[in-house]
Every structure is written in C-alpha cells, then in structure tokens.
C-alpha cells in the first residue's frame, strides 16, 4: 500500500490550501481514510475522516473551516483547508484503515504565517 501525500506548502494566516493523498495497492473504496497532522513535541491528532460509507468527523478545532472529500474512482482522499490559522501549521498525513490494519502515508508540510 502506498499513500502519498501532496499539496502542503507556505500560505498567510486566512488563506486556503487543499492537500491530496492519491493511494496505490489497495481497494481505497473499501477503507477508511482520514488526516492527521502533527508538530514536534506533539501527539499526532486526528483533523478529519471520511468513512468508506461516507460518513465524515472533524476535529472541533477545524469544523466550518476544513472540508474532507474522498474520490473513489481516482484513489483520491482531500482535504480543503480554508481559513487557515498559524495553530493549523504541522505536518499532515493521511492515513487508511480497515479491520486492523493501518497505513500511513509521508506527510506533507502546512505552514501558516505571514
């Protein structure tokens, strides 16, 4: 299973950004997918998922700010991140999940400052 990560980048306080996790080697349609960010000291946390039902669950820190989307026919998980705040500065994976077994993709870097 590969899961890559793209879309992070430099972006001002209020901005948007939208991050993409395109995944290989496995049935995406069948998984749970979600991202998760983190900075150093911290524990990884969870920002958002989108269950294989569609079924979607935020972090209360993002909620009417970011936006998860999966597109079953492209591999394809999203996350559109508007509004931005230099708290929302970390690195974002994505992850997928289903009947234990876990895979994480490499991260990508989301950086809020002016």
């Known amino acids: 299973v590969q899961l890559q990560a793209s879309g992070g980048g430099l972006v001002q306080p209020g901005g948007s950004l939208r991050l993409s996790c395109r995944a290989s080697?496995?049935?995406?349609?069948?998984?749970?997918m979600g991202w998760y960010r983190q900075v150093p000291g911290k524990q990884r946390e969870l920002v958002a998922i989108?269950?294989?039902?569609?079924?979607?669950k935020y972090a209360d820190s993002v909620k009417d700010r970011f936006t998860i989307s999966r597109d079953n026919a492209r591999n394809t998980l999203t996350l559109q991140m508007n509004g931005l705040k230099p708290e929302d500065t970390a690195v974002y994976y994505c992850?997928?999940?289903?009947?234990?077994?876990?895979?994480w993709g490499q991260g990508t870097l989301v950086t809020v400052s002016s």
């Open positions: 992850r997928a999940w289903r009947y234990g077994i876990v895979d």
């Open positions: 080697g496995v049935l995406f349609s069948n998984k749970h």
């Open positions: 989108v269950e294989s039902s569609g079924s979607t």
